[in-house]
């Protein structure tokens, strides 16, 4: 069964975790994936062992299928950050553009209508909010106020080109900052399926291991077999950080 099946088949059940229930990984999902991969294939090989303490064997392919489903949940959520900076990038790289032809349409207009107050009433109006969302509506309704006063600007030299340039800046980057917080929106649904997949593949962990480190209490090697090497490479790092700190002092 693919991974992305087992997601599937246990969205449900993911969905159903109650916020407050859930736990979050403190390593990198990569290398839980990876420990959980390993813990499998260690309990299979020991599983008469495990058995002969009624451990459910069941369990193994719940921690099979759990994994599945937690690293496609994390792929997930990689490739949503990956195309959520993709857009931001694309944002950067364009609104800088539309800034200056922004600030630049306000004040020839404003010059150009400079003696008619009913339109730098509307000038006005259009000047109100400094969000992205807001910039972008001026765009495009400076682009239609200007056209609608062609012989005004005109009068004072300008390129009337600028208008359809703005009306089709404010379509593209509108588009972009569309992109962006349509995927802030999903952001967080993905994320909590994510948190919510490892904290059902953690209690199965958890189980997994506490008969491991029980069967195997009196055989150290094997007993090792159940608990993660990150955790026991870190606490050994730190006390070995901790030792040379105290020969200095």
């Known amino acids: ?16 975790v109650l916020n407050e229930e859930m736990v979050y990984c403190d390593m990198p999902y990569l290398v839980y994936i990876n420990e959980c991969e390993g813990l499998h294939t260690r309990a299979q090989l020991d599983l008469p062992m495990l058995e002969a303490f009624n451990f459910d064997a069941t369990k193994l392919d719940r921690l099979l299928d759990l994994t599945g489903a937690l690293r496609t949940a994390q792929s997930n959520w990689e490739s949503m950050k990956t195309d959520k900076q993709k ?7 364009e609104a800088p553009a539309m800034y200056e032809l922004h ?6 207009m404003s010059f150009a209508f400079r003696a008619d107050a009913s339109l730098l009433k509307k000038l006005a109006a259009i000047k109100v909010g400094d969000s992205r969302a807001d910039t972008i509506q001026d765009m495009a309704s400076l682009s239609v106020l200007g056209k609608e006063n062609k012989e005004l600007l005109t009068a004072i030299n300008f390129d009337l080109s600028q208008l359809d340039i703005a009306a089709e800046m404010a379509d ?31 209690q199965v962990v958890d189980e997994i291991r506490s008969y491991g480190k029980f069967v195997f209490r009196k055989n150290e090697a094997k007993r090792q077999a159940y608990s993660s090497k990150y955790h ?3 606490v050994a790092a730190y006390r070995k950080a901790k030792a040379a700190e105290a020969k200095t002092n």
């Not at 069964?1 to 159903?16: P, T, V």
């Not at 593209?172 to 994510?194: A, C, H, Q, T």
Request: charged share 40%; hydrophobic share 40%; aromatic share 6%.
């Open 232 to 234: 026991r490479e870190r």
């Open 172 to 202: 593209k980057v509108g588009g972009l900052l569309g992109d962006i917080n349509g995927r802030m929106y999903f952001e967080d649904d993905i994320k909590l399926i994510r948190d919510k997949a490892f904290t059902l593949t953690k």
């Open 87 to 93: 857009a931001i990038d694309a944002w950067e790289k």
């Open 103 to 108: 600030d630049d349409l306000i004040a020839q």
């Open 1 to 16: 069964m693919s991974d992305q099946q087992n997601l599937l088949d246990h969205l449900e059940e993911i969905k159903a």
